[in-house]
């Protein structure tokens, strides 16, 4: 049974194909996982709304109202919970989407059953999902702000906070080059391994949050600054 100190993991499964989901919540729930099903997004909002969750997987294309308005809305309640999107789209620009709403992971079906169990598990593990790309930095500390990267908790001066995956990978980019101005085209292509030539807003979205996390004054940053046509930097 997938337990971690004595709990089970509890994971909301949103998809209108009937067929696939009940396999998915056979599979998941003989990992031994509790499992809810919606069927559309509409009614993945209300359960989300009566139940907490330790992880969402949610198709995009979904009756209603569709998956990424769903992670948007998510994403407002609960900004650290984990979400593996399912999706028939290929197109990168739907994965960007996803990327700059919140998810945390990616899957295009058809998928392998096994490389999806993994997946989940190695998200409800967040420090077994990530260690490939946290090296040997454990913790780092700036200004009052503390970064457990073995559990991806953070310590500020007035709160605790867990980290997504992505958010973890950006951090320790910039901690590993302090000092350096980073691009834009640099970051989308190191840390979250997209074509850095594509528009997006995926990396502001992200600096915005982690200044809301680290900053004092998220308007007038002392950590992550913005270099005007350049980038971002990062001094402690």
Request: hydrophobic share 40%; glycine share 6%; net charge negative.
């Amino acid at each position: 049974m997938e337990v971690e100190n004595n709990k089970k993991y509890k994971i909301l499964l949103v998809e209108d194909e009937e067929t696939l989901a009940i396999g998915l919540e056979y599979n998941l729930t003989e990992e031994g996982y509790e499992v809810d099903w919606a069927v559309d997004g509409k009614k993945a909002l209300i359960k989300i709304n009566e139940s907490e969750y330790d992880l969402i997987v949610l198709d995009v294309m979904l009756p209603y109202v569709d998956g990424f308005e769903v992670a948007a809305k998510v994403r407002e309640k609960y900004p650290q919970l984990p979400i593996l999107f399912l999706t028939a789209r290929t197109g990168v620009k739907d994965k960007i989407k996803g990327l700059e709403i919140g998810a945390d992971d990616y899957l295009t079906k058809p998928f392998h059953l096994k490389e999806m169990l993994l997946r989940v598990k190695g998200m409800l593990k967040r420090q077994s999902w990530y260690k490939e790309n946290r090296g040997n930095l454990q913790s780092f500390k700036f200004g009052s702000n503390e970064i457990n990267f073995e559990n991806l908790m953070c310590k500020t001066a007035d709160k605790e906070i867990q980290l997504t995956s992505h958010e973890a990978n950006l951090m320790k980019y910039f901690i590993d080059n302090k000092g350096i101005i980073l691009s834009r085209e640099e970051l989308l292509k190191n840390v979250w391994k997209i074509d850095s030539t594509i528009e997006t807003r995926t990396v502001d979205n992200f600096i915005a949050r982690l200044r809301k996390y680290f900053e004092l004054d998220p308007d007038k940053p002392i950590y992550i600054k913005s270099v005007r046509g350049a980038g971002y930097i990062f001094s402690d």
